[in-house]
């Protein structure tokens, strides 16, 4: 099986509360649509440093995260992330990996949409057996 990408979009979860408050204008949240690496072996969302700076997460606290290559690196950890595919939505936390490093969009937040990846096609999709809205298990 390859590289599985999806596009998605990413917004400050944040600015959408103070939307919802009417304390900013709805034109004033701050959002992207990213194409990101579907990655089953990372648990979390990361993004890079160039999509921090433009989308202005609010840092909670610093982690360290072992990359691919063996590495292990102090990363930012943000949260208020609000993420969108299709029909699903989650808010979470991501890690800041440095410099223009590859997002990536982990099993957690896979997980809480109810999304799988389809093997034959290579393509991230809403789970078939629930369609229409994200079902957990809670066992």
Same mark, same amino acid.
Do not use: F, H, W
């Given at each position: 099986m390859g590289l599985v990408y999806a596009d998605i979009e990413l917004i400050n979860g944040f600015d959408l509360e103070l939307a919802r408050r009417h304390m900013i204008g709805?034109?004033?949240?701050? *959002?992207?649509? !990213?194409n990101i690496l579907v990655d089953t072996g990372s648990?979390?969302?990361a993004i890079n440093?160039?999509?921090?700076e433009q989308l202005q997460f609010p840092v909670v606290e610093k982690r360290k995260?072992?990359?691919?290559?063996g590495h292990i690196v102090e990363c930012d950890v943000v949260s208020s992330v609000e993420l969108r595919f299709k029909n699903r939505q989650t808010t979470c *936390?991501?890690? !800041?990996?440095?410099?223009?490093a590859e997002p990536l969009l982990g099993a957690i937040p896979l997980e809480d949409m109810d999304v799988l990846i389809h093997p034959l096609r290579q393509e991230l999709i809403v789970n078939p057996e629930h369609p229409y809205f994200a079902q957990m298990k809670m066992k």
């Open positions: 709805e034109e004033e949240v701050k *959002r992207m649509p !990213i648990y979390m969302l440093e160039s999509i921090q995260a072992q990359l691919a290559n *936390r991501a890690m !800041i990996l440095p410099g223009d």
